[in-house]
């Protein structure tokens, strides 16, 4: 969500001025007059959260610029240092010392939420104005809601009508034949199996819940009782603060639990109607999703998964999620892990509410230090890594150890990367430290042996020691025998074998290339180059078998089908330590190093008869100088993948990388794109048109196909795939693009089978050439993410069905 210059020019003269903050207004809000009594508390939290969120705002904006020069203004470099592992902290990424275009991605992102939140609640205007589902903005006067406890929600039979010329609730759009009747507000439904005159959201430690589809926030009774309104609000929290305050204690009030809503309005909401703020499923020190539960005995128990889990399996089990709720799960969720990546790291903690709200509570109290866990303490520490102070103090005493990098000042040079690894001072985390552990050099080692040893590799900063990527040495001799060598002439091509006593020799040619096939053909084979932070930016170089597709599967790499390079995880099994890991080795090389003949007869077959996988992104960019041409001219299918960090990193540069001149000879090729942005029309038309330009310009392409994530696929392809008026699936999770199309896309049209790789049967016997689109994820076309009108519903994939508006 982006904000024109003149709103955040206004939100701007508000922030680190002389002037006053303006107090909040009720206006953008349509106050439910079960609030009535409670106005004055609703208006001082929503003023207070504009005090919030403009701290916020103020400090991000403060460090996406360069950092100040603690030599010449050592009181704003510390400041800038305070923020910076702040952010590092609530989020979970690293800014560098000279942010540039790529680095302000999440900052920007976090700096537009708050800067809506301190433009608009002064106002007398909301932001959407009327809310954003579009069938409750055109109701008169319409506003997005705030009601107070939920006695505000009427039981209406399925024969009535709730409103004047609203129709029956059985005649309502979602209604089902199994309903009775509905929950009924201001136009919003909430269908029911059985009568009940409670919503049922109040329950547990729940003090409030929002509506991305209604437009609504729900002040539950517990937050609106006389104890917790006297709770400590930010304000007097701020005033009362003092060295080993902890923050927690300033958390949970009725100021903040409404500010927590407020963070997931002011994220927006996605063309689903679903929050692009969330409450995440907490995580624990591996990684691993938190789910909630109680035993035979009532007591409460803490189930953990890998993944998240669907309702369908958590229901029976009586388990809910765990959200990343306070200082300690925020920081779990915002740190990235080694074996588990998926469920915590920035794109999960800069899209948390509670992280959101937390990070504007720390800048807030702008003169305490709350990297300890949440506890106040001066800036001396900080000071000390900065160098402005001698240090005092044991490496123990570290808060952030052992699941932090240590911090020290960003450097303006490039320096190494960390080791952080489980034997150093650090830990696999975000910050560039000053690396002072035995042992340790400026120079980037190179990994001289093809094969890399069996070990954790944790990604470095590649781009920095490109020119140690390892190549080969130059051979003292050519390794290709006369009449193999892309050089030699017709008469040097026909050689009389020297080696007609071996029997396999005396096998015909022809036999020979078909065992040779079936020996080592006909699998999907990962090159992989990786630079590893330990020892410091070292590159490794190592092949092995794939094991996530069975060789010879057939079909698409789609959802409901075959799983797809977004969840390969063969390199962890490789990498692992334990001897014992299952991987499988290509298992080609003494067959190589047998003979020379055997060589030149063999590494044809190596590169021409299997899918030859690039995932890291330093082997595809620089796969012209690390393959031999005429190696590279042998492969005929290949995957990639590719995980732009924003919109510009997946454009002509990418797409360049795939052009006719490196693989010239390619009639597959599959694109596995991951990134965490949503569809917009600007990017998606750019990608559209690169594919168009790549299919065009290879004629031979057989199966041309790109991967991408789950949520920007629905944006695009739910029109085609989706049933009418229902979220599920009315066909495959597959788009044919015509190169030469003039409008939209194709979906396959049941009962016609699944076509791929070829275009759908129903355009007929000569469509021309195209390029599929799919859907990069592993979840069953029965599971859906979760779009809860009112958001208390668990991240992840579940099967879905419950509450709907109409």
């Keep these: 969500m982006r904000f024109s210059t003149l709103s955040l020019a206004v939100a701007s003269l508000w922030s680190g001025s002389a002037l006053a903050l303006p107090d909040a207004s009720l206006e953008p809000w349509d106050i439910h007059s079960s609030c009535d009594a409670y106005k004055a508390d609703i208006k001082d939290a929503l003023t207070q959260s504009i005090e919030l969120a403009d701290a916020a705002k103020s400090s991000l904006e403060f460090v996406m610029n360069r950092m100040p020069d603690q030599r010449t203004d050592p009181d704003e470099a510390v400041k800038w240092q305070r923020i910076a592992t702040h952010v590092q902290m609530a989020f979970g990424y690293k800014i560098p010392a000279k942010p540039g275009p790529g680095d302000r991605r999440y900052t920007e992102r976090l700096r537009d939420l708050y800067a809506s939140a301190v433009n608009v609640l002064p106002s007398n205007k909301n932001s959407p104005e009327k809310g954003n589902n579009p069938t409750l903005a055109a109701r008169p006067n319409a506003k997005p809601v705030i009601i107070c406890g939920e006695s505000a929600w009427q039981w209406v039979d399925a024969d009535d009508e709730p409103e004047p010329g609203m129709g029956k609730v059985k005649d309502q759009r979602n209604f089902k034949q199994d309903y009775v009747g509905a929950l009924y507000f201001q136009g919003r439904f909430s269908f029911r199996r059985t009568q009940t005159n409670t919503f049922g959201v109040c329950f547990g430690n729940r003090k409030a819940v929002i509506s991305a589809h209604d437009d609504l926030i729900m002040i539950c009774d517990d937050m609106l009782s006389d104890a917790f309104r ?42 689903q109607l679903e929050h692009n703020i969330q409450d995440h499923i907490a995580v624990d020190k591996n990684g691993q999703v938190m789910y909630q539960g109680k035993d035979a005995s009532g007591n409460k128990i803490i189930r ?68 300890a866990w949440g506890k106040a303490r001066d800036f001396t520490r900080l000071k000390q890594k900065m160098g402005l102070n001698p240090m005092t103090y044991s490496p123990l005493e570290e808060p952030l150890s052992p699941h932090w990098c240590t911090y020290s000042p960003t450097p303006v040079d490039d320096r190494p990367s960390p080791d952080c690894s489980p034997t150093s001072p650090a830990s696999p985390g975000y910050s560039i430290t000053t690396p002072t552990y035995e042992g340790y050099s400026p120079v980037s080692p190179v990994h ?8 954790e590799i ?349």
């Design 458 to 806: 944790f990604a470095s900063n590649w781009k920095d020691y490109v020119e140690n990527i390892p190549r080969l040495p130059p051979r003292p001799r050519a390794l290709t025998p006369n009449g193999f060598r892309e050089n030699d002439t017709q008469q040097q091509r026909h050689v009389t074998s020297t080696l007609q006593k071996s029997s396999w020799f005396k096998i015909p040619a022809n036999l020979r290339r078909d065992i040779l096939v079936l020996a080592f053909g006909g699998r999907r084979l990962h090159m992989c180059l990786k630079c590893d932070v330990h020892p410091p930016n070292t590159w490794y170089s190592y092949g092995m078998a794939c094991r996530h597709v069975p060789a010879g599967e057939k079909g698409p790499m789609t959802r409901g089908l075959l799983q797809g390079p977004w969840s390969d995880e063969c390199d962890l099994l490789y990498r692992n330590p334990d001897p014992e890991a299952d991987f499988e080795s290509v298992g080609v090389m003494g067959w190589l190093l047998s003979c020379r003949q055997n060589y030149a007869e063999t590494i044809d077959i190596l590169y021409s008869k299997n899918t030859i996988l690039m995932y890291d992104e330093p082997l595809l960019t620089y796969a012209d100088q690390l393959i031999l041409p005429h190696r590279a001219s042998l492969i005929t299918s290949l995957e990639v993948k590719w995980q732009p960090e924003s919109a510009e990193d997946f454009g002509e540069a990418f797409f360049n990388l795939l052009q006719q001149p490196r693989f010239p000879n390619l009639n597959r090729l599959y694109i596995s794109a991951q990134f965490i942005w949503r569809y917009h029309s600007s990017w998606f038309d750019k990608m559209c048109s690169h594919m168009d330009n790549l299919v065009k310009s290879r004629p031979d392409l057989t199966e041309c196909a790109i991967a991408i994530p789950h949520q920007a696929f629905d944006d695009v392809a739910s029109e085609y795939v989706q049933k009418k008026d229902s979220w599920k699936r009315g066909t495959y999770s597959e788009l044919w693009y015509s190169v030469d199309r003039t409008g939209g896309p194709e979906a396959i049209r049941l009962p016609y089978v699944n076509s791929y790789p070829h275009p759908p049967f129903h355009l007929g016997p000569n469509p021309g050439a195209g390029w599929w689109l799919l859907e990069g994820t592993d979840a069953p076309l029965s599971w859906r993410w979760p779009s809860s009108p009112l958001y208390y519903g668990s991240p992840g994939w579940e099967d879905w069905e419950g509450y709907r508006s109409n």
């Design 304 to 371: 953990k998964y890998d993944s998240p889990q669907p309702q369908s399996y958590l229901g029976p089990r009586g388990l809910r999620k765990q959200g990343a709720y306070g200082i300690e799960l925020m920081m779990e969720l915002a740190m990235t892990r080694k074996r588990i990546t998926g469920n915590s790291g920035p794109d999960k903690a800069t899209t948390n509410a509670d992280s959101i709200m937390i990070f504007s509570m720390m800048m807030y109290n702008d003169q305490w230090d709350w990297t």
């Design 448 to 455: 001289q042996s093809i094969e890399a040893p069996r070990k």
């Design 230 to 271: 006297a709770r400590t609000s930010p304000r007097d929290f701020k005033a009362s603060v003092s060295s080993g305050t902890e923050l927690k204690d300033g958390l949970i009030s009725f100021h903040t639990q409404l500010w927590h809503e407020l963070c997931h309005w002011f994220g927006g909401v996605t063309p």
